[in-house]
């Protein structure tokens, strides 16, 4: 055994090394985790918006207003989902949607579709949080630590 006490102090610093590391790792593997539940949200999120639009369900005075200004979204359309992707800006998550669609669609048409799809990721990911949003269309949607934005739809 040494007398001079050098064991303990290699022991207690390989210790506290292995602890910071642990601590480190962990809090990098929840946010990481975090950051991919919002990614599966946005995507479930992304296909009901897409599901809605492939039945063509709406309320019946949206239905009417299409049947009068857009009938086109009054059919079912065959929209494909390209990528869903999560940007990082630091504490702000932004989610980026591209879609394609056979189907020839006006600027207008494909506003209204982006803006669904957009409103369910939204909703699917606050419930996905249990956050409790204070607006309708789910525009302060949280998790549990990112504030979550969804940008314009890309069409290719």
């Known amino acids: ?13 390989i210790v506290g090394i292995i602890i910071i590391l642990f601590a480190t790792i962990s809090h990098i593997s929840i946010i990481e985790s975090e950051k991919n539940t919002i990614l599966e ?11 809605k639009n492939a039945y063509a369900m709406y309320y019946n005075d949206t239905f009417n207003d299409y049947m009068i200004n857009y009938p086109r979204l009054t059919f079912p359309l065959e929209i ?8 990082d800006n630091g504490n702000v998550q932004s989610i980026q949607v591209v879609l ?11 506003e209204i579709i982006s803006s669904r799809i957009n409103y369910y990721i939204r909703k699917t990911i606050s419930e ?9 269309y789910y ?4 998790s549990n ?3 979550i934005e969804t940008k314009k739809v890309k069409w290719v």
Request: with cysteine; hydrophobic share 30%; net charge neutral.
């Open 139 to 142: 525009e302060n949607c949280k």
């Open 80 to 87: 494909k989902v390209i990528n869903v992707t999560l940007l």
């Open 128 to 136: 996905t949080f249990n956050q409790e949003n204070n607006d309708l």
């Open 100 to 110: 394609h669609s056979n189907a020839y669609l006006t600027s207008n048409q494909k």
């Open 1 to 13: 055994m040494n007398n001079k006490g050098q064991i303990t102090v290699e022991y207690i610093l």
């Open 41 to 51: 949200s946005a995507q479930i999120g992304t296909q009901i918006g897409l599901d």
């Open 145 to 147: 630590n990112f504030k």
